[in-house]
């Protein structure tokens, strides 16, 4: 079975703190995505990358990086944690397939900015 | 551009009623369809897929099937149990470039009473 292994289950950190959430996949998958939910809103892509040290926005990178420097794990950062970046984070993975592509997702990190 | 429309919840039954979430897209090309669920605590798990018009995906005794005409992805289920009770996402991949990179509706809740 492909594991997608987030680091962390839950995150209490201050504001202003820089702050690294970890995603490993086993399955030498090439894709990756870091992905933000919010009740009401559903979820929404921050970052993806095809490959190593290859990155792409997604629909909300602002306040955000990431970084691949290996196959397997796929780093969201955040530059300056604010409140309102409060969230729960689900990393995932996928292979390509064509139409048979599937994503897999981590149990995610739930974090809290205070 | 690419989006997904599903009803809004939360959606409350009882054990053994039929179930319908609604799911409509937005989309160019030729997008293949998706329902994740998420149970409490835990990530998106792969629930059905459809990869082309008039597929049926299934799983579970969930089925939704693919409708171009009315772009459509409706989940349905004839009878749900407690262990139902989760919030579940529609989702599609537009293929090509961006292959394995989902757009999500905004999630629905369903709480089964026993």
């Known amino acids: 079975d492909v594991k997608v292994t987030q680091s962390s289950r839950y995150l209490v950190k201050r504001t202003g703190e820089k702050v690294f959430l970890e995603c490993v996949q086993d399955?030498?998958?090439?894709?990756m995505f870091w992905y933000r939910q919010d009740p009401g809103l559903g979820l929404r892509l921050i970052y993806f990358?095809?490959?190593?040290?290859?990155?792409e926005k997604g629909d909300i990178p602002e306040g955000y990086s990431v970084s691949r420097e290996k196959k397997e794990r796929f780093s969201l950062i955040l530059e300056s944690a604010s409140t309102n970046q409060t969230s729960m984070y689900l990393c995932?993975?996928?292979?390509?397939?064509?139409?048979?592509?599937?994503?897999?997702f981590g149990q995610g990190t739930r974090l809290t900015v205070v | 551009g690419n989006s997904v429309t599903q009803m809004e919840g939360p959606v409350t039954l009882s054990e053994e009623a039929f179930l319908t979430i609604n799911c409509t897209y937005t989309?160019?090309?030729?997008?293949?369809l998706f329902w994740y669920v998420q149970y409490p605590g835990e990530g998106l798990q792969l629930l059905l897929k459809?990869?082309?018009?008039?597929d049926k995906g299934s799983n579970k005794g969930f089925e939704a099937t693919y409708r171009k005409e009315t772009t459509s992805f409706h989940l349905e289920k004839g009878s749900v149990q407690v262990s139902d009770s989760a919030v579940y996402f529609c989702?599609?991949?537009?293929?090509?470039?961006?292959?394995?990179?989902?757009?999500f509706g905004r999630g629905t809740q369903l709480t089964v009473w026993p």
């Open positions: 990358s095809y490959d190593v040290k290859m990155k």
């Open positions: 989702a599609l991949d537009r293929g090509g470039s961006t292959l394995g990179r989902l757009y």
């Open positions: 989309a160019t090309g030729y997008p293949s």
């Open positions: 399955m030498d998958h090439e894709n």
């Open positions: 995932a993975s996928s292979l390509w397939q064509g139409a048979n592509t599937e994503a897999f």
């Open positions: 459809a990869t082309k018009a008039d």
